[in-house]
Nanobody, 123 residues
Framework: RIQLVESGGDSVQAGGSLTLSCTAS????????MAWFRQVPGQEREDVAR???????IYYQSMKGRVTISKRKSKNTLYLQMSYLKPEDTAMYYC?????????????????WGQGTQVTVSS
């Protein structure tokens, strides 16, 4: 299993930028899809972006064009760079790790989750 801890959430003005980090520990040598999700209270959790072991990425409509997902294996850290933030981006952001050896496009259930980091965007 992988333990995940997010950080970097903050309150920012609309149009601003923010970078979230997710530090992994535990079985970090496993080949897993890593992802960022977000959730607003009372709404479904939604995909933001995914990244595979080989670095290939998927971006979802929620923030496409305004985010970049990346990872630094030497630091076991996943990042989400966000720009041109809007008030509707206000949410709890979570990182997640998929099951071993399953590539991002076909992961339907993520195995490990962090506790989340809050992003608040004011107008």
């Amino acid at each position: 299993r992988i333990q995940l801890v997010e950080s970097g959430g903050d309150s920012v003005q609309a149009g601003g930028s923010l970078t979230l980090s997710c530090t992994a520990s535990g079985d970090t040598d496993s080949s897993v899809c890593m992802a960022w999700f977000r959730q607003v209270p009372g709404q479904e959790r939604e995909d933001v972006a995914r990244i595979d072991t080989d670095g290939s990425t998927i971006y979802y409509q929620s923030m496409k064009g305004r985010v970049t997902i990346s990872k630094r294996k030497s630091k076991n850290t996943l990042y989400l760079q966000m720009s041109y933030l809007k008030p509707e981006d206000t949410a709890m952001y979570y990182c997640a790790a998929g099951p071993e050896f399953i590539r991002c496009p076909i992961v339907s259930v993520f195995r490990d989750w962090g506790q989340g980091t809050q992003v608040t965007v004011s107008s």
